[in-house]
């Protein structure tokens, strides 16, 4: 089971965001992070715990292994107002993700 | 460019069973797996199950077990699910995705929303 918390997190522009993911139990660093925006579907950001996919800007980073991790957004931006989703890839069936956390501008 | 091209919204009746489909394009279908994730309104993301297109080796959740068949064309490059038994509760957007061995999901499908409703 993956738990990510908190469920909301109001941040004012250009401060950091700070999104965290636990699991029941290891899964090592085969851990994922996804940006939902409404009306699309969720986009891969991060893989590896820590690596950030080509193209995602610099001021997303991720942290942890086994079971507790982070995604940081740092000096956040309006466009980055979302859902955010981590997805463990250590143990199937099933893969699993987390219930999420909304990120929003105060 | 790498897509995948999902289905139009379907409706259905309660009992009833329907069909999603997932063409690809834009890179060697063989050698990448699909999958199916849903998400109700507002709801987090459920994963249902997965095709090996190269060898035609299925997996699904327990949940779905007896309900689910995912299917594939390689002729098509295209992947279908097919879920029977239908309820209100998979009124949900349904997802296809690709993903390497390491089960991340790089490319998904825009989305398929099917409504079960009397």
């Known amino acids: 089971v993956m738990t990510q918390s908190p469920d909301t997190l109001s941040v004012s522009p250009g401060e950091r965001a700070t999104l965290f993911c636990r699991a029941s139990q290891s899964v090592s660093t085969n851990l994922a992070w996804y940006q939902q925006k409404p009306g699309q579907p969720p986009r891969l950001i991060m893989y590896?715990?820590?690596n950030r996919v080509t193209g995602v800007p610099g001021r997303f980073s991720g942290s942890g292994s086994g079971t507790e991790f982070s995604l940081t957004i740092d000096s956040l931006q309006s466009e980055d107002s979302a859902v955010y989703y981590c997805q463990q890839y250590n143990k199937w069936p099933p893969l699993t993700f987390g219930g999420g956390t909304k990120v929003e501008m105060k | 460019q790498i897509q995948l091209v999902q289905s139009g919204a379907e409706v259905k009746q309660p009992g009833a069973s329907v069909t999603v489909s997932c063409t690809t394009s834009?890179?060697?279908?063989?050698?990448?797996?699909i999958h199916w994730i849903r998400q109700a309104r507002g709801r987090g993301l459920e994963w249902m199950g997965r095709?090996?297109?190269?060898?035609?080796?299925?997996t699904y959740a327990e949940r779905f077990q007896g309900r689910i068949t995912v299917t594939r064309n390689t002729s098509t490059n295209t992947v279908d699910m097919h879920l029977t038994d239908l309820t209100v509760d998979d009124t949900v957007v349904y997802y296809c995705?690709?993903?390497?061995?390491?089960?991340?999901?790089?490319?998904w499908g825009q989305g398929t929303l099917v409504t079960v409703s009397s």
């Open positions: 995705a690709r993903s390497s061995g390491r089960y991340r999901f790089d490319y």
């Open positions: 834009g890179y060697i279908f063989r050698d990448y797996y």
């Open positions: 590896g715990a820590s």
């Open positions: 095709i090996d297109p190269n060898g035609d080796v299925r």
